[in-house]
């Protein structure tokens, strides 16, 4: 990702930050260089200065409800100009729609699966009832194909969430059925930003590629993880096994999957995943690989906020050229003391947001700092 400040006049330089895990593709002619004032430059004293968010403390309900529609479907993918791929989508898009509603409401989401598998959703970070929380043997029937089921509740917490697929997950999530979640706050408090951008973070496994897996249990080893080199074999046990203990500990009671296809047998019970190897050769963010990642384009002076989100099984450690920035807000709750860097590490599962104030005119980057994952099939940068 690049940020870039071209020639114009006054505060109305624009700055352009191209977002992406990796790095800039395009030659780009030089940016003639601005006159700064030295006081201006490399300092956070403004940064420091601003307030935090506001902390959730009571919720007074809106009386609203706010109804999404959700067709769970396959559908072609491209990640990048001349690769593509199948992909599981939300709508028809990777990421899914994004979710968006206020302290207080009702969120309503009517999922239809248009899959040839079952599926369900989970709401990843949200209080939510148990009967809401998208996990088949455990708290729901799986949604079989052709069947709709409406999740409905309460957003009682503002904040940056996901939700995905809770059903044979490694597979469906891998091949992008998930979105963002953002609940927004009833009492916004005294921060207030002037552009807000949001950054899903995945991972994608693209066969015939460089690093690419061709074919299922090629490689035992969760590789390519986090640092580019093989981990440690992880015997967790496959999904169906999993399942079946689950349902084997409710037999008290009805059981709520009776007739469940349940995923197939997997060979040998290898370990790790036996699905797709999580090899990932391909990163996005919100489902483009750079050059195609989207640019973050704001004014000199302006305060961004950026959310970030990441649903792959990378970790990403994410640096922001020219800038420092702070991070307001971890899994949806506020800090009190935001923290002024310029890196922060967004694991997986984790959601982080930062922002910054654009005032070093130029072009910069904004990339995770694992390298391997500034490549396109092993090729840096881009494709």
């Keep these: 990702m690049v940020t870039r400040f071209p020639t114009t006049i006054g505060l109305l330089v624009s700055l352009t930050i191209l977002v992406s895990c990796t790095s800039v593709h395009k030659q780009e002619p030089p940016v003639k260089q601005q006159s700064v004032a030295p006081e201006s430059i490399l300092t956070t004293t403004k940064l420091r200065k601003l307030p935090a968010l506001n902390e959730t403390d009571t919720i007074p309900l809106t009386n609203q409800v706010r109804e999404f529609k959700l067709e769970a479907k396959e559908a072609r993918w491209q990640l990048v100009s001349g690769v593509e791929t199948n992909a599981y989508t939300f709508n028809g898009t990777v990421p899914g729609p994004t979710i968006r509603a206020k302290e207080g409401d009702i969120i309503r989401v009517i999922l239809k699966n248009s899959l040839t598998e079952e599926t369900s959703i989970h709401w990843h970070g949200l209080h939510v009832p148990n009967l809401m929380d998208g996990v ?23 904040g940056t969430y996901m939700y995905h697929s809770h059903f044979n997950s490694i597979e469906q999530i891998d091949k992008g059925l998930y979105g963002l979640l953002v609940i927004d706050p009833q009492n916004p408090g005294e921060l207030k930003h002037d552009k807000e951008y949001t950054m899903m973070f995945g991972g994608w496994n693209i066969p015939n590629q460089a690093g690419g897996q061709t074919k299922q249990g090629q490689n035992d080893s969760m590789s390519g993880m986090s640092k580019g080199s093989a981990l440690g074999i992880k015997k967790k046990g496959d999904i169906r096994s999993l399942m079946e203990h689950g349902m084997e500990d409710k037999k008290s009671t009805p059981d709520p999957h009776a007739g469940m296809n349940m995923p197939s047998e997997s060979p040998d019970n290898k370990p790790g995943s036996t699905v797709m190897e999580m090899d990932y050769n391909y990163w996005t963010i919100n489902g483009k690989s750079f050059p195609d990642t989207s640019p973050i384009e704001v004014k000199y002076g302006e305060i961004v906020r950026i959310r970030l989100a990441n649903i792959s099984n990378g970790i990403h450690p994410m640096h922001l050229h020219g800038h420092d920035f702070r991070i307001i807000a971890k899994d949806g709750h506020p800090l009190t003391t935001p923290q002024v860097v310029n890196t922060v590490t967004v694991n997986p599962g984790e959601t982080y947001d930062i922002d910054f104030i654009a005032d070093n005119p130029g072009q910069w980057l904004f990339h995770c700092h694992e390298l391997h994952h500034t490549t396109n099939a092993d090729v840096e940068p881009g494709v």
């Excluded at 029937?141 to 917490?157: D, M, Q, S």
Aim: net charge negative; proline share 9%; no cysteine.
């Design 136 to 158: 088949p043997s455990f708290t729901q029937h799986a949604i079989k194909p052709g069947e709709t089921f409406t999740y409905e509740f309460l957003a009682n917490h503002a």
